[in-house]
């Protein structure tokens, strides 16, 4: 098995052309490393000239030189570590924001299936750990081969200057150290991460479920095996790295011998030269002592090839998800028929890799007008709104959008024209302001008070300490269920798109609020200051007679939901006895 495989190179460069590095700043940091550590060498070399001559007794003039030296190379040994650490974190960390936002980018212009189709701890882990893995191979493995790379030279240089042979037995013991000793690191490093990949994603899968759905598993009594679950998986992880232990160790072992040899080496080669008058003792000294500063420059590099695996492996990762995206885009859409609206024919729908929910629907839905969708829990209505804006592919038919096939608009030219807002769409820990912004970051305090009053939360809102200004806790922990759905019902209405798709607004609210609300949403479209198109889901029937069509969905005994019956609220009430029945319950 290759330490490093030609297929993880390549996804290593093409994620490292997404991190955008900052050139000016990369070479900036290798130039500050590799002058602290050459500072370093020369600080070691100069210490040694300055001992040996100063054994000698010469007159004290004859050391200042020396003396300042040293401390100028002190200092600056610190001083430049501090101004490489500036660079190469401002070009890591620049690196890692331009990656993650090119990899949200990608998703979100992708259609659902391509994240739906990962596990939650699996995209968790690629969008995030991965990233920041890909992040740091600029500054712990590209960078300090570069700095290593440098300082060797140097160094060899200075020793082959005074002595040759030296020069060359240096030489040969720091490519034991920066090439040799780094291969085994990598070998270790590969095995502790191909089976730690698994593992980890494992981890995070699984706490995010315990996390997540804690009362339930507590309900259930599943914790401890949950807790076993995640327990077992580390004790792997530990395994692994165990595993991984040995050539690494060998590695660090490797690089104590070639130092130790190349150190010895001088001593033995410089005393033969001392005594043949080629070399004199202080050059002794600094040939001796200057292999010691002069590895630590590989030292380090252990380290780099581990990362650079590290970071090959999550590139991989990262990239199979966006070619993944990528290869889900579909070939541009014919010529569009001369039609408006929001248009299905012969529509399937389903979730990816699953079995077919409901279907075949026929909805022609023009602009302006408000249809309402009901039926029983879990039938398939959200997946049909998921399905008419894009965001899951058809299992069979097609959804046009202004005569051109959803599924092959760019996601940007969609959200433009139709929104959908979730039952369980994220409300962000930041102020009621800046969550209306999501939907258009035009909105000004005025529009939002506005926005918030049509959705009912006037009297909400004035409760508030800073009113539009207040902070909201981390998904909207820190209010109601129902001020939560009204709160995203207010977002969908700052939107400028004209279709809203719209799951369960009056979920949470008392029914009286729930269909003042549900009315006044159906009735948007004949509001001549900001006409919409509404295509809501709901349960409650009262307020459907605001909708031009109502669509109930249901199953029958061994086939998937299909529609029942479809037509106005009132034409319901008179033909459909179950419609008739459940409404008068309400």
């Keep these: 098995m290759s330490t490093f495989p030609q297929d993880e190179r390549r996804a290593l460069l093409r994620a490292l052309r997404l991190l955008r590095v900052d050139k000016g700043g990369f070479w900036g940091s290798v130039a500050a490393g590799a002058a602290g550590l050459s500072s370093s060498v020369a600080l070691a070399a100069v210490s040694a000239w300055l001992i040996t001559r100063a054994s000698q007794m010469p007159p004290v003039l004859a050391l200042g030189v020396a003396t300042t030296s040293v401390r100028f190379f002190g200092v600056s040994k610190a001083l430049l570590r501090y101004v490489n650490r500036i660079f190469s974190h401002r070009v890591t960390l620049y690196g890692m924001s331009n990656l993650r936002t090119a990899v949200y980018a990608t998703l979100a212009d992708s259609p659902t299936d391509v994240v739906t189709s990962v596990r939650r701890g699996d995209l968790l882990a690629r969008t995030g750990r991965d990233v920041d893995s890909v992040g740091d191979v600029v500054v712990k493995a590209v960078q300090p081969g570069a700095v290593a790379g440098i300082v060797c030279l140097v160094s060899c240089l200075i020793v082959g200057i005074l002595c040759p042979p030296i020069g060359l037995l240096l030489a040969g013991c720091l490519l034991i150290s920066g090439i040799l000793a780094p291969y085994l690191a990598m070998r270790g490093g590969r095995i502790a991460e191909e089976a730690q990949v698994r593992d980890e994603t494992e981890i995070s899968a699984t706490a995010l479920t315990m996390l997540d759905s804690a009362a339930e598993l507590r309900v259930a009594g599943r914790v401890d095996a949950m807790e076993e679950v995640q327990e077992a998986t580390e004790q792997r992880i530990f395994r692994h790295r165990d595993a991984a232990a040995r050539p690494q160790a060998l590695a660090i072992a490797l690089d104590t011998l070639a130092m130790g040899i190349a150190v010895v080496g001088a001593i033995l080669i410089g005393s033969r030269a001392l005594d043949a008058g080629t070399l004199s003792a202080t050059a002794l000294a600094v040939c001796v002592l200057t292999p010691l500063a002069a590895f630590e420059a590989t030292q380090g590099l252990g380290e780099a090839a581990i990362q650079l695996v590290r970071s090959a492996k999550a590139a ?271």
Excluded: C
């Design 316 to 586: 991989q990762r990262i990239l199979e998800l966006l070619d993944r995206a990528q290869r889900s885009e579909e070939p541009e859409a014919p010529a569009p028929r001369h039609e408006r609206g929001l248009h299905a024919t012969d529509l399937i729908i389903g979730w990816p890799g699953g079995p077919d929910v409901a279907g075949p629907f026929e909805l022609h839905v023009e602009r302006g007008s408000s249809v309402a969708i009901v039926g029983h829990s879990g039938i398939g209505k959200s997946t049909l709104l998921y399905t008419l804006a894009g965001m899951l592919r058809p299992h069979a038919g097609s959804v046009r959008l202004d005569g051109h096939e959803v599924s092959t608009l760019d996601r940007r030219t969609v959200s433009r024209t139709l929104t959908l807002t979730a039952e369980d769409a994220h409300v962000f820990e930041t102020t009621v302001l800046e969550n209306l912004r999501v939907a258009r970051p035009s909105v000004t305090e005025r529009e939002a008070v506005e926005l918030l009053v049509r959705a009912g939360l006037g009297t909400w809102l004035t409760q508030l300490p800073r009113g539009v200004h207040t902070l909201l806790g981390e998904d909207a922990a820190t209010i109601s269920g129902g001020e939560r759905r009204r709160l995203l019902l207010a977002r969908a209405l700052a939107s400028d798109a004209e279709f809203l798709l719209l799951d369960e607004p009056g979920e949470h609210l008392d029914p009286e609020t729930a269909d003042e609300l549900i009315r006044d949403l159906l009735r948007a479209g004949k509001n001549s200051a900001d006409p919409r198109t509404i295509i809501l889901v709901t349960h409650r029937l009262t307020p459907l007679d605001a909708a031009d069509e109502v669509i109930v969905i249901t199953r029958a005994d061994g086939g998937i939901a299909h529609v029942s019956a479809r037509g106005t609220h009132e034409e319901l009430t008179e033909r459909l006895a179950s419609y008739a029945w459940a409404a008068k319950q309400e």
